[in-house]
C-alpha cells in the first residue's frame, strides 16, 4: 500500500502546479472565448528561461521566478492585440480565426524553440532538488511539495485578487457578460489583455516549476497543451473553480498511469478520459461549461 | 378545434433568473396570434422553448398532438414549425436564393427542386428580384423578409415570427401584415410575438399577454385593449384613454 | 436515409452529381473538351519531359494539393477545424506499412484498409464532438492526434518510436501517375460532392449561421460527422501512397504536428472554402518550403515558417489569396472569376 499511498501523494502534488496553468487559461476562454493552443508552449518557455537564466546568472531557480512572472506578463500583453485583431468581428468565424491563430502561434513558438535550441534534454536543479519532506505516513520529495505549494499559493493569491480587487471585479463581470460589462464602462479590450497577460505570465511560471521538476525540452508544450485541455473540458470551460477538482484528478490520473502501467501510456490515458468526457458530460463534470 | 400547439407549465431559469414560469397556452390551427409584453417577459425564451433552441427545466410541448419537448430544433423544424429569429441571421456570404434554398431542402429531393421551390416563396413574399443578390447587402427590411421567406422554405404548418415588424417604417408594416395575412390564407398558422401594437390589433385574431414569465391574460384584440391588468402591465394609460 | 457513417446522402447526390456531369461532358463544346483532354494529357505526360528533380517536386505537390483539399472539406467549407488531421493521414501510412510487411499484403488493397479505418476513427471522433461548438471539435481532433502518435509510438506492430521500413519500390513515375490521380479524384469529389449539391449546400450555412441551419431543418449533427469522414478519407489514402513512396516511415515522419499545421495553412493562404484554394495554397507553400529546404536545409524552420504563415494570414488575409483576388472583383458570381483565374494556370 505504501507504493500507492505515495502514487497518490504524488498525483495530489503534481496536480497542485497543472491547477495554477488550468485556471488562468479557463478564466482566459471565460474571458475572451479564446482557446490558446499555445499554452505548453509558454509552459515550455517559462522552463527553458529558467534553464537560461540559471546558466549565465547561477543562483537558485526560485529566484528567478517573479522576474519570469513579470517577464512573461509583459509578452502576453504585447501579444493580446494581434489575437485581438485576429478574432475582431468584421472577419467571418472570427473565433475559429482566433483558435487558427494560437495554433499557428504555437507551431511558431515551438518551432523557434527547437531552432534555437535544438532537441537537447536540459534539467534544472534547485536547492530543493533531491531533498526530501517526510510527512508522517510517507515520504514527499521536497521539490514536488514546493511545486504543490507554490501552485496552492499562486492559485489562491490569484482566486483573492479576482474576488477583491477593483479589476478582479471587472474581469468577472466581463467573463460573464461581455456587453454589459462594456456599456456598464469596463474597458474590456484592457481587461482581455490583462487576463491574457496574467495567464501567460502565472503559465510561464508554472513551467518554471515544471522545468525542475522534469525535464526541459523544446517538445514539451505537447504533454501541458493536452493536459490544459484535459483539465479545462473536466471542469467545465469557462468554470474557473471546477479546474481544482479537474487538476487534481489529472494528476492523479497521470501519477496512477504512470507507476502501473507505464510514463508512454499517459497522454494516451488521459485522452481516453478526455473523450468519455465529451461523450457524456460534455459540459464538465460538474455541468457548469459553457 | 384541435390545438395545433399546446405548451403546459413550461418552466426556465437562467441562473438566478426565472425566465419562464409555469406558462400554459394554447394555439389554434389556422389563426394569427399575437404574444406581447414588456422587454423581459419571456416572450423569445418561450419560442426558444417551443422551436427546440433551449431546454425547459419542467414542462410539455406538445405539436399536433405530438410531443416534441425535447427535440432538437432541426427536427421540430422538419416537423413544421418554422421560425423567424428577432435579429435577422441570413447566411451573408450566399445569395437570397441559396438562403432560400437551404430551407427547402428538407423537402426537396434534388437541388434543382429546391431551386424552385425556394423561388416560389420569394415570389410569394416579393424578394424575387433579388434572388442573386448577396444577403450581406440586403436593407434590413429586406433581411426581415429573407428570414420569413427562409422559414417559409421549409413548409411548415406553424410559424413563429419574432418581431418582423419592429423597426420598419410604415409602409414596409403594411407589406408585412399583409405578407402575414397571405401566410395565413396559404394555410399557416401563425404566432408572432411583438411590440408594435398598431400591427398586432388589426392583424390578431387572439392575443396572449406575457409578463414575469407568466401569462397574465388572452383574449380577443379589442377585450385586451381593455384589459386593466395588461394596460398596468403593458400597454400603458394612452390606450385606455384612445379606446 | 441509412446509417450517416456511410454517408449514404453525400455519395447519392455526388453519383447523382457524376450522372449529370456525364451528361453535361457529351453536350460540352468540343473546344472545351478538347482543352481539358489535353491539359490532362500534359499533366500525365508529365514524367516524360522533366528531370526527377522537378518530378519529385511535382508528386510532393500534388499530394499537399490532396491533403489540403481533404481538410478543407471539415476545416474550410464546415467550418470545423480538425486540428489532428494528420492523424487521418498517419493512419493511412501505418495501414500500408503493416499490411504489406506483417501481413504480406500487395499494395493497392492497403489503402482501401487505411480508408475504412480512417473513416471509422472520423466517426468514432466526431460522434460525441460534432454534437458539440467548434471549440470542443478542435480540442477533440488535437488530442486525438496526439494520442494516436503516442500508439504509434509505444506499440511493436508498428515498430515504435523506430518506424518501419516498406518494402523498395523505386520508381518515381508510377508515383507521380499515382498521386496525380489520386488528386484529380479528390478535387472531383469536393466538386460533385460539395460545390454543386444540397449536402455542400448545408456545409456552408453550417459554416456561416449554425443556429440559423438548424432552425432551417438541417440536421446539422449528421451532416457534419458525415463531412468529417469524407475529409479522412483522401488523407488516409495520401498516407498511404506517402508510406509506399518513402520507404521508411516513424512516428514523428507521417503523425507530427507539421503535418497538420502545413495542412491548415496552405488551405488558409489559398482561401478556405473554395474548391480551388488548397491547389493555389499547396503549390504556392509546398514551392517555398522546398526553396527553404535547399538554401538552409534545416527541417524544424518549417514548423516556425508554417505557424508565422498561418498568423499572417489570419491577420492580413482570412479569406486567403483566391478571396483577395474575389473580393477585388466585385463578384456576383464567384464561379466565373474563379474560372477566369483559373484559365491563366492550367488551360
Redo the contacts between chains.
Sequence with gaps: MGLFLQTLIDGLLIGGLIIVIGVGFSLCFGVMHI?D?AVGEWVMLGAYTAFWMVRYFGRDPFVYLPVIFFLYMAIGYLIYP?IH??VSGR???P???G???T??????????A??AWGFHVRSVTTWLSGESLPLGFAVVPALRFAGFAFGVLATVAFMLFLKWSKIGVAIRAVAQDRIMAELLGVDTNRVSALVYAMYTGLTGMAGVLIGALFSIHAGMG?RY??FA??VV?LAG?GYVPGVIPAGFLLGLLQSLVTVYV?G??T??A???V??GT??AR?RGLLGRG? | MTMLLEVENLTKSFGGVQAVDGLTLAIQEGSITGLIGPNGSGKTTCFNLI?G?IRPDTGVVRFAGREITHM????I??LGI??T?QIP??????TVL?NV???A??R?R??GE?SRLALEVLEFTGLKDKQ???AANLTTADRKRLEVA??L??GPRLLLLDEVIAGLNPTEVQGAMELIRAIRARGVTVLMVEHVMEAVLPLCDWVIVLNFGRKIAEDTPDRIVRNPTVIDAYLGERFRART | MGPFWLAPEAFS?GV?NLLVGVKRISQARTSQILGWAMGMGLLLAFPLFVSSFWLRIATEVLMWAGLAQSWNIIGGYT?Y?S?GHGAFFGIGAYATAILMVHAGWPFWPTLLVGAILSALCAAA?G???L??????F???T???G??IR??A??LEVTGGAFGMQLPPFLNLPFFYEAMLIATVLTYLLAFLLLE???FG??L??I???E???????????ATKIEAFILSAIPAAVFGGLYAYLITYIHPDSVLG??IT?LM??MV?FGGVGTLWGPLVGATAIQLVNRLLWFLRG?S????????????LV??FM??GLLGLVERRQLV??PKENLRALLRQFKL
Design positions: 482557446i493552443f494581434l485583431r485576429a472577419r467571418h468565424n473565433a475559429l480565426m483558435l487558427v491563430f495554433f499557428g502561434l504555437a507551431s511558431l513558438i515551438k518551432g523557434g527547437l531552432t505537447l497543451t493536452t485541455f484535459f473540458v470551460m507505464s508512454r501510456y497522454l494516451l488521459v485522452f481516453l478526455l473523450y465529451l461523450l460534455p459553457w | 422551436s433552441q432538437r430544433p432541426s427536427r423544424a422538419r418554422g421560425r429569429f441571421t441570413p447566411f451573408t456570404r450566399m441559396e434554398m437551404i430551407g431542402f428538407s426537396s434534388t437541388l429546391a442573386d443578390e448577396l427562409r422559414a422554405a421549409t | 447526390e447523382g467550418g477545424l486540428f471522433v460522434f460525441p464532438t454534437r458539440l461548438r467548434g471549440a470542443y478542435a480540442i477533440a488535437w488530442a486525438f496526439e494520442a503516442q500508439v509510438t509505444v454543386r449539391s444540397m449546400y448545408k456552408r450555412a459554416r456561416e449561421n443556429v440559423a441551419a438548424e432552425a432551417a431543418g438541417v440536421d446539422t449533427v504536428p507539421a499545421d491548415v495553412v488558409l534545416e524544424t524552420l518549417y514548423l516556425v515558417y508554417a505557424g508565422v504563415a498561418i498568423c489570419v491577420l482570412p479569406d456576383l458570381r
